[in-house]
């Protein structure tokens, strides 16, 4: 009864800005799970209607956070936001660096003025504002900062180690270039991680909607297994069964490698890899503890897209995803 009367006094209207990528996908389906009436807002809605096929949810337009009244328009209402806009893997509408901070600024004036209920708000693990301003990890903590001082809002920040899953930019990438050649470079090799489950990550920070003790807090969040970059890559290889070499990696070759994106020989690095792990991202936060959940084991998650499956068992769990009859399941 509690948490109901919790969830009535929240609300359940919910916007969400930046979750077109690798974590908003899997936040917005939590949300679409757990029966939130979620509006997604981007640039070019026609790109992302696919994101329309998860239940209450809608792909709504907001040209640019410039545009103020059409801002505040767009949380007019809006119980809980999700902010997503650190996320570096939203493709064509990822907001610059140098853009960033003003956006938030923007963002948190415009829930102000609209009396915005609850805050959800991605930043990272490390993110200090002992860093540099023109290092990543100055800027989310900028960011950061913006957030947690939205008026009238209870606010939770959620910094999350290294995020994995199908389609990330670490393991995926590194499941890439062993399938080009038994040679596995990795970049930063010895920045230690706590690796999660995207997955898991998205129905911890859902689930926090309704969680008195999260709110006004920054919250650690990782996986149980501590580990470096290329401890993580040496899992994959032997997940794939693989006889391959890892080598590290320097900043330099990895930064060119960087540069020339799909030109590149070298399949495992990529610029938002450089941006975020250049520094250990671990902590002695429990998961389970926080959010009444034991996260998935590295091995299970990296396994589920690293073997390949047949194709009919796949078809089978997206069915299943949707919310399919069992018995519908050919």
Same mark, same amino acid.
């Given at each position: 009864?509690?948490?109901?009367?919790?969830?009535?006094? !929240?609300?359940?209207?919910?916007?969400?800005?930046?979750?077109?990528?690798?974590?908003?996908?899997?936040?917005?389906?939590?949300?679409?799970?757990?029966?939130?009436?979620?509006? /997604?807002?981007?640039?070019?809605?026609?790109?992302?209607?696919?994101?329309?096929?998860?239940?209450?949810?809608?792909?709504?337009?907001?040209?640019?956070?410039?545009?103020?009244?059409?801002?505040?328009?767009?949380?007019?209402?809006?119980?809980?936001?999700?902010?997503?806009?650190?996320?570096?893997?939203?493709?064509?509408?990822?907001?610059?660096?140098?853009?960033?901070?003003?956006?938030?600024?923007?963002?948190?004036?415009?829930?102000?003025?609209?009396?915005?209920?609850?805050?959800?708000?991605?930043?990272?693990?490390?993110?200090?504002?002992?860093?540099?301003?023109?290092?990543?990890?100055?800027?989310?903590?900028?960011?950061?900062?913006?957030?947690?001082?939205?008026?009238?809002?209870?606010?939770?920040?959620?910094?999350?180690?290294?995020?994995?899953?199908?389609?990330?930019?670490?393991?995926?990438?590194?499941?890439?270039?062993?399938?080009?050649?038994?040679?596995?470079?990795?970049?930063?090799?010895?920045? /230690?991680?706590?690796?999660?489950?995207?997955?898991?990550?998205?129905?911890?920070?859902?689930?926090?909607?309704?969680?008195?003790?999260?709110?006004?807090?920054? !919250?650690?969040?990782?996986?149980?297994?501590?580990?470096?970059?290329?401890?993580?890559?040496?899992?994959?290889?032997? !997940?794939?069964?693989?006889?391959?070499?890892?080598?590290?990696?320097?900043?330099?070759?990895?930064?060119?490698?960087?540069? /020339?994106?799909?030109?590149?020989?070298?399949?495992?690095?990529?610029?938002?890899?450089?941006?975020?792990?250049?520094?250990?991202?671990?902590?002695?936060?429990?998961?389970?503890?926080?959010?009444?959940?034991?996260?998935?084991?590295?091995?299970?998650?990296?396994?589920?897209?690293?073997?390949?499956?047949? !194709?009919?068992?796949?078809?089978?769990?997206?069915?299943?995803?949707?919310?399919?009859?069992?018995?519908?399941?050919?």
């Amino acid at each position: 009864m509690l948490e109901s009367n919790l969830k009535r006094k !929240i609300g359940n209207k919910v916007s969400v800005f930046g979750g077109t990528g690798f974590v908003g996908r899997e936040v917005v389906n939590a949300l679409s799970k757990a029966g939130y009436d979620i509006t /997604l807002w981007v640039r070019r809605p026609e790109r992302y209607r696919d994101f329309a096929l998860f239940p209450n949810t809608k792909v709504a337009k907001l040209a640019s956070f410039d545009e103020t009244e059409a801002l505040n328009t767009t949380l007019s209402g809006v119980d809980v936001v999700v902010n997503l806009t650190t996320d570096r893997l939203t493709g064509p509408e990822m907001i610059e660096e140098a853009d960033l901070v003003q956006v938030n600024q923007k963002l948190k004036s415009a829930m102000e003025t609209a009396g915005v209920k609850r805050v959800l708000s991605l930043s990272q693990l490390g993110a200090s504002s002992d860093q540099p301003a023109c290092e990543w990890t100055g800027l989310v903590a900028e960011v950061d900062g913006l957030m947690h001082g939205v008026m009238s809002a209870d606010v939770t920040i959620f910094k999350p180690s290294l995020l994995i899953g199908e389609g990330d930019d670490t393991t995926a990438r590194f499941i890439q270039q062993l399938n080009r050649m038994s040679v596995l470079m990795v970049a930063q090799s010895e920045t /230690l991680v706590q690796p999660l489950w995207v997955v898991d990550f998205a129905k911890a920070l859902v689930k926090s909607i309704e969680q008195p003790e999260t709110f006004g807090q920054k !919250i650690e969040v990782a996986g149980e297994e501590r580990m470096t970059l290329k401890s993580l890559g040496e899992l994959v290889i032997e !997940i794939m069964q693989k006889e391959a070499v890892v080598f590290p990696m320097c900043r330099l070759n990895a930064t060119i490698m960087s540069k /020339l994106g799909g030109l590149a020989p070298v399949a495992s690095v990529s610029k938002t890899q450089l941006q975020m792990l250049r520094h250990d991202m671990v902590t002695d936060v429990d998961f389970s503890s926080l959010f009444g959940f034991v996260p998935s084991s590295m091995e299970r998650v990296i396994a589920s897209y690293a073997v390949p499956h047949d !194709i009919r068992t796949r078809y089978n769990y997206y069915r299943k995803e949707a919310g399919r009859n069992a018995e519908e399941l050919a």
